[in-house]
């Protein structure tokens, strides 16, 4: 069973530093393209970065300069990398990621989520 595993997240002090982890488990050859979205309490969902299976990343305004998004192809996990997080990057964490299934069709899957919470 395909499945998007995260891990990493957890409760960090103003300025500190947090690595998101998504691994892309079970049967496909590979990813396509990874996204981290995050939602905070009462705000809409927002892209905060993302990353193509040729290296290409983009990244929200609000983190520019402060996260690091990549992936690791052979062992099919993405990263997000924060630093110098703020109170207002606390939200829940989500990764969704386009997989090269084994039929070559492109199937889309979401992990459960990860919350970060960075105090002030």
């Known amino acids: 069973q395909v499945q998007l595993v995260e891990s990493g997240g957890g409760l960090v002090q103003a300025g500190g530093s947090l690595r998101l982890s998504c691994l892309a488990s079970?049967?496909?050859?590979?990813?396509?393209?990874m996204v981290w979205y995050r939602r905070a309490p009462g705000k809409v969902r927002e892209l905060v970065a993302s990353?193509?299976?040729?290296?290409?990343?983009e990244y929200g305004d609000s983190v520019k300069d402060r996260f690091t998004i990549s992936r690791d192809v052979a062992t099919n996990t993405g990263y997000l990398e924060m630093n110098s997080l703020k109170p207002e990057d606390s939200a829940v964490y989500y990764c969704?990621?386009?997989?090269?299934?084994?039929?070559?069709?492109?199937?889309?899957?979401w992990g459960q989520g990860t919350q970060v919470t960075v105090s002030s």
């Open positions: 969704y990621a386009e997989l090269i299934m084994e039929t070559s069709a492109i199937d889309s899957y």
């Open positions: 990353i193509t299976n040729g290296g290409y990343t």
């Open positions: 079970g049967s496909h050859s590979g990813i396509n393209r």
